[in-house]
C-alpha cells in the first residue's frame, strides 16, 4: 500500500483556482494511475480526472477545459490545477493511485482528502 496525502484545498470565491497536490510515501510502480476523485456534500463520490504513467490523461466532462493534471517526481507527485471554479465544483477531493500489473489494475493508496469549498 501507498500512502497518500493531499494538500491546497481551501476557500475561493466562483471563478477564482486552486492547484491540489498530492505526495505518495514513495516510488510508485512504472505502470501506474493517479487520480482525482470528489466527494461533494450527500453525493457519491466521482471521478474528477486521472494521469498515466505513460502521460496519459482522462477528465470527467464536468471538469474538461477547466481542470489540468499533471505529474512530477517520476509520478510520485501529482497535482490538480482547478480554474474557473463553480459552486459545483464544491467537495471533499480524494487523490487514489492505481498500478496495473499482468494486466490487472489494482488500487494501492487513497489519501485521506483535502476540502474545497467554492463560495457562490
Known amino acids: 500500500q501507498v500512502q497518500l496525502v493531499e494538500s491546497g484545498g481551501g476557500l475561493v470565491q466562483a471563478g477564482g483556482s486552486l492547484r491540489l497536490s498530492c505526495a505518495a510515501s514513495r516510488s510508485i510502480s512504472e505502470d501506474n494511475q493517479l487520480g482525482w476523485y470528489r466527494q461533494p456534500p450527500g453525493k457519491q463520490r466521482e471521478f474528477v480526472a486521472s494521469i498515466t504513467s505513460g502521460g496519459g490523461t482522462n477528465y470527467a466532462d464536468s471538469v474538461k477545459g477547466r481542470f489540468t493534471i499533471s505529474g512530477a517526481s517520476g509520478q510520485n507527485t501529482v497535482y490538480l490545477q482547478m480554474n474557473s471554479l463553480k459552486p459545483g465544483d464544491n467537495a471533499d477531493y480524494y487523490c487514489?493511485?492505481?498500478?496495473?500489473?499482468?494486466?490487472?489494475?489494482?488500487?494501492?493508496?487513497w489519501g485521506q482528502g483535502t476540502q474545497v469549498t467554492v463560495a457562490s
Open positions: 487514489k493511485a492505481d498500478v496495473l500489473v499482468g494486466g490487472r489494475c489494482s488500487t494501492v493508496g
